[in-house]
């Protein structure tokens, strides 16, 4: 975990324009000064990243979002009033002054309060939001620990900050407004019911609106490098793997056939806050075994189930 030390050399390191991996509740991400071009370009060829995938703009406090956005909706102001800090984006008319590298050059921003203390004490220490997109090589499994991070890129090109194992485990929910519609472009880790607790029913984005493209929505996303089979029938579909070694994700059960080499469960209990916390660390782990194949149960398709089925869908799209 980090300390004071820690905290000081990574306000140093942004205060010079390099970037660095910060830990928030949903995943870690990799951070630099958003009125930085060299950060924010860092950061694209880091992630090896497209330039057509905007980042998310991260600031200390709802007060400080007039800096970074305009025309900001009614139901924009009920949503970050009742969850930031906390895993819920909103997409909104950009101020000019944010750069086109951040937005893709659209003209609208993604933005956030991550609801993490090590975060939030970086960002009161800084007088510039943090551009950070999840801290990852672009397509693969996002990091929810230090060591994730660590593992991903070297040392000698992104520090860590170190703020534990995130709670919620799974990236953030984002919401963009069409008029006074308000429209889900990724699901995460608050649930669409709490949204339309507050605004109303929520338009689902689909591919065929002229809409920006949330890269969080690309078909193969948050994917192991070992291939992946998502079903809601695992028996069944071990019945049709037998010569390979496999290894099995399940919700919440022990499965039992001779070609399980390497299993684990999301949760003990059939909770779906401990599966979201545990997914991305068991997709790390199983992309470690030395095994064939992975299975991936689907949970309840409920609250934050919804997000963690949609990123096991991505995770085993080909
Ligand atoms: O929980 C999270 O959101 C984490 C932590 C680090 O905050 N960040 C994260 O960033 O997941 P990233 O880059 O992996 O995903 C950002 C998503 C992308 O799908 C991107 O396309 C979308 O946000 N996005 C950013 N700006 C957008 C915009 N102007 N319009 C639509 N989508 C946007
Ligand atoms: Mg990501």
Request: net charge neutral; hydrophobic share 40%.
């Amino acid at each position: 975990m980090s300390n004071t030390k820690d905290l000081t050399k990574a306000i140093q390191l942004l205060q010079k324009e390099s970037v660095v991996a910060i830990p928030t509740e949903t995943v870690y991400g990799l951070a630099g000064n958003i009125y930085s071009e060299k950060a924010i370009r860092s950061i694209f060829e880091l992630k090896n990243r497209p330039m057509y995938n905007p980042l998310i703009v991260h600031l200390k406090s709802y007060t400080e979002l007039e800096k970074v956005a305009a025309n900001i909706p009614n139901k924009a102001r009920l949503l970050a009033e009742t969850f930031w800090p906390g895993p819920l984006t909103l997409v909104l008319k950009k101020q000019n002054n944010i750069s086109d590298l951040i937005t893709a050059g659209k003209d609208t921003v993604a933005v956030r309060v991550p609801n993490h203390p090590v975060a939030l004490a970086l960002l009161n220490q800084l007088d510039f939001p943090l551009a950070a997109p999840s801290a990852n090589p672009f397509g693969s499994i996002s990091p929810t620990t230090a060591a994730h991070v660590a593992n991903y890129f070297d040392s000698s090109l992104v520090h860590v900050l170190d703020g534990g194992a995130c709670s919620q485990g799974i990236e953030s929910t984002i919401v963009g407004f069409e008029e006074d519609q308000a429209v889900l472009y990724r699901v995460g880790a608050t649930s669409i019911a709490d949204i339309e607790a507050i605004v109303g029913s929520l338009k689902v984005f689909t591919k065929d609106d002229v809409a920006p493209i949330a890269p969080g929505m690309l078909s193969k996303h948050y994917a192991p490098s070992t291939s992946t089979i998502f079903t809601d029938d695992v028996e069944k579909t071990l019945t049709n793997l037998t010569k390979k070694r496999v290894g099995v994700v399940s919700f919440c059960k022990q499965y039992n056939h001779p070609a399980i080499h390497y299993q684990k469960k999301l949760s003990s209990n059939g909770s779906l806050e401990e599966a979201a916390n545990r997914l991305y660390a068991t997709l790390h782990e199983m992309d470690a075994q030395p095994i064939d194949v992975i299975i991936v149960e689907k949970v309840p398709n409920e609250g934050i189930g919804v997000a963690i089925n949609d990123k096991l869908q991505r995770a085993s799209a080909v």
